[in-house]
């Protein structure tokens, strides 16, 4: 596509639930990063993919918080028995290579957990 | 610790005028700066980069400007537009290119009529 696609774009779950939000990069690009973004605050780094290596998940609050990419392509954030603080717009963006130009950035899913 | 300061939340300037956004930072480890642009609901818009080894970097309307022995950059929009309102972002690298990116919290940036 011709930007990085993300969705939902709005989930609200109870606390304790397990969701799952999805990022499609553009097309050919090979790295692919998620951040979470608290109201007010910049975007905070979560993890990041080249292909389907997962090189870095320093990022990650906890271990209720997973990744993958298992083609190389589209993207799975899993974060499982959701906490209020989980609560945020998280961001997904991918670039051709790594080390190689600026990211992208999708629009983001905001999560709000009740 | 914050490793990358946007000290100023907001900004309101003229149309037409110079809008001069700051940014600093603390870790001499990076190397390539990045600011985004950010409309309500959006996700961040890349705008313009600059490597460590440059010291100004220029697209239209827009110019970065890096001071490494001040760990100083700034953003310069000449001339601002009412489009241009929106909250932008300073993040930082520091593997010369994109990896991961550190931001500022982010300044809000109004340019009136």
């Known amino acids: 596509g011709a930007g990085v696609s993300q969705s939902p774009r709005y989930k609200v779950a109870k606390r304790g639930q397990d969701v799952a939000l999805r990022c499609d990069p553009i097309?050919?690009?090979?790295?692919l990063f998620w951040y979470q973004q608290a109201l007010g605050q910049g975007p905070e780094f979560l993890t990041y993919?080249?292909?389907?290596?997962?090189?870095?998940k320093s990022g990650l609050p906890s271990d209720r918080f997973f990744a993958e990419r298992p083609e190389g392509s589209v993207s799975t954030l899993k974060i499982q028995r959701t906490q209020q603080e989980d609560s945020a717009v998280y961001l997904c963006?991918?670039?051709?290579?790594?080390?190689?130009?600026?990211?992208?950035f999708g629009d983001g899913t905001r999560l709000s957990i009740l | 610790d914050q490793q990358v300061k946007q000290n100023s939340p907001s900004l309101s300037v003229q149309e037409g005028r110079i809008s001069i956004l700051n940014c600093d930072y603390t870790?001499?480890?990076?190397?390539?700066f990045l600011w985004y642009k950010k409309y309500p609901a959006e996700g961040p818009t890349f705008l313009i980069s600059?490597?460590?080894?440059?010291d100004k970097n220029e697209d239209g309307r827009f110019t970065v400007f890096l001071n490494k022995s001040a760990k100083h950059l700034s953003l310069h929009i000449v001339p601002s537009q009412p489009g241009d309102s929106a909250v932008y972002f300073c993040?930082?690298?520091?593997?010369?290119?994109?990896?991961?990116?550190?931001f500022g919290k982010g300044m809000k940036l109004t340019v009136n009529p």
């Open positions: 963006a991918s670039s051709l290579v790594l080390g190689g130009g600026p990211q992208h």
């Open positions: 097309s050919g690009h090979v790295s």
């Open positions: 993919f080249q292909n389907e290596a997962q090189l870095d």
């Open positions: 870790n001499s480890m990076f190397d390539y």
């Open positions: 600059i490597s460590s080894i440059k």
């Open positions: 993040a930082a690298d520091s593997q010369g290119g994109s990896e991961k990116l550190v």
